[in-house]
């Protein structure tokens, strides 16, 4: 089982439409979770980062986390063709040495004009 | 301000050559963090310093792989007698220290012939 595991996609949804990405870890040490975007060729850009159980709310774009169920989604509001990209799941630990972000593999988004 | 920048871009090497990275990282952020990304994967953590020390290096692949950052600002990734499955894309990121945001450079692309 990988640490953080995410649907490879690929996601496709009309313009206009919600997005909704998911993410699950198996390290119940992870406190910092963060959500990177990934255009082809493209190093990932982040694009949200979420501490504490509940919504966050950023323009477009809502992540939630629900660390008894060891979950983070994002979801995009109005998506428009330029979110079309890979989305990049990521968690990091909070204490000790280990500052690392370990990833998912990403879900590939497409949103379709 | 300028953000995290790598060099060079793209390197091509024959198979036993070495190979040297550069990162600078965003000025005055003390955390640094090499990550190697596969085709359709994920980043994967390497190593990881905190000003001049290198506190993590648990996700260097093999004793051909060195990283140094030996002033605490700009760090290389050397990697000897490269593979070809040392071909990927390898990631700098920066933070302001311990669990925080990190920010990706542009990545630089190797290939090993």
């Known amino acids: 089982q990988k640490e953080v595991e995410q649907n490879s996609g690929p996601l496709s949804v009309p313009e206009g439409a919600i997005a909704s990405l998911n993410c699950t870890y198996s390290?119940?040490?992870?406190?910092?979770f963060f959500w990177y975007r990934q255009y082809s060729g493209k190093s990932p850009e982040l694009i949200m980062s979420i501490y504490s159980n509940g919504d966050k709310e950023d323009g477009r774009f809502t992540a939630q986390l629900n660390k008894a169920s060891q979950y983070v989604s994002l979801l995009i509001r109005d998506s428009q063709p330029s979110d079309s990209a890979t989305y990049l799941c990521?968690?990091?630990?909070?204490?000790?040495?280990?500052?690392?972000?370990?990833f998912g593999s990403g879900t590939q988004l497409t949103v379709l004009p | 301000g300028a953000g995290v920048s790598q060099s060079p871009r793209y390197k091509v090497a024959k198979r036993g050559q070495d190979v040297a990275l550069r990162c600078d990282p965003i000025?005055?952020?003390?955390?640094l963090f090499w990550y190697q990304q596969a085709l359709g994967q994920g980043p994967e953590f390497l190593t990881y310093f905190q000003n001049e020390a290198q506190l993590d290096k648990s996700g260097l692949p093999s004793d051909r792989f060195f990283a140094e950052r030996p002033e605490g600002s700009v760090s290389t990734l050397k990697i000897q007698r490269t593979q070809q499955e040392d071909s990927a894309v390898y990631l700098c990121?920066?933070?302001?220290?311990?669990?925080?945001?990190?920010?990706f450079g542009p990545g630089t692309r190797l290939t090993v012939l």
């Open positions: 000025s005055g952020h003390v955390s």
């Open positions: 990521a968690v990091t630990r909070a204490s000790g040495s280990a500052r690392q972000l370990t």
């Open positions: 390290d119940r040490g992870s406190q910092s």
């Open positions: 990121a920066s933070s302001w220290g311990g669990p925080n945001e990190q920010f």
